[in-house]
């Protein structure tokens, strides 16, 4: 199996900052972002974009996890680092690494459908465009379009030494 190097340390956080003041301009009103990774790499994600989030505007922002269970969502309630009124009346940045089949954005984002919350944006850092699911990313770091046979791997074990392979 090759591996080919789609985007390293420094390209995975210059899509990172261009995401965050993507985030920011089109939230710029808002007093509060919640910020909701999930589980894994997705929450990686989160949390970098959280301390850009942080750096470029003025914005109350708190970070939290879902954990989804990724290869069958349906089975079990999605799993959660905060409470049901953390969230009341925000505005829900959902955060995660790579859009595959949109499944498990799609579960992430059920968790939040029947509560009252502002708005929902998702985030991803890589799109593969071959979703089955009606779900989008409202903010994307890299479109790239893949065969169904090849996968996006996202490698956030080292600090600043990120990097997305092609397989």
Known sequence: MTKVKILDATHI???LNRLAFEVYENNFSEKELFVVGINGNGYKVAI????KL???SSLK???GKISVNKDKPWEGEPEVDFNEKDFVNKTIILVDDVLNSGKTLMYAVKLFLDK????INTV???DRSHTRFPVKADYVGLT???TLQETIVADFSKKDKEVVFLT
């Open 61 to 63: 922002i708190k970070l």
């Open 13 to 15: 956080h210059q899509k």
């Open 48 to 51: 970098h974009l959280c301390e």
């Open 124 to 126: 991803v850092l890589v």
């Open 144 to 146: 790239l379009s893949t």
């Open 116 to 119: 009252p919350v502002k708005k």
């Open 54 to 56: 942080k750096t470029i």
